[in-house]
């Protein structure tokens, strides 16, 4: 299943991608957030182990299983579509190795072959009670995104550091 008009945003955790999401969705662009967050949040109030600190794999194969249920959903969209991040941020996520079921969801699954990567960005950087990595392994995620992509067969894209306008303005251009 291929879809060209789905944009997927990735990158370390504090880099402003939950940030431009909400703000092209005010501009009344069609967004989906991340996964991840609600999947810590359901995690922690229900005790489960399904969150990156106690269980990496399952926290993993429950975000992907979640981003495909909204892939496939959205699947009929014909407007772009802007991810806060994707299926593919499951397949070596938070160091673990890809599961069967991970690869054949991103051979299968296909978002449109740029990825916007946003680097990390100390300046806005800060870590809470679902976004637990250090500084170090922000840096670290991003290059290990910007090696799996190509292996993955997409391109990424570093979206420049700036201002909300200036972040939208130059996706947009670049998404179409």
Known sequence: LERPNFFVFTGGPGVGKTSLVRHLQAAGELVVEETARAVIREQVDAGGRG????????????????????FEYMAGETRRVFFGRGILDSHGGNGVRPSPAII??????RYNPTVFVFPPWPEIYETDAERRQGWAEAEATFGQIMSRLPALGYTPLVVPTGDLGARAAFVLARAV
Not at 104 to 109: S, W
């Open 51 to 70: 969150v990156p600190w106690i269980d990496a794999r399952l926290f993993g194969d429950l975000c992907m299983a979640r981003d495909i249920a909204i």
């Open 104 to 109: 054949e969801a991103v051979r299968r699954y």
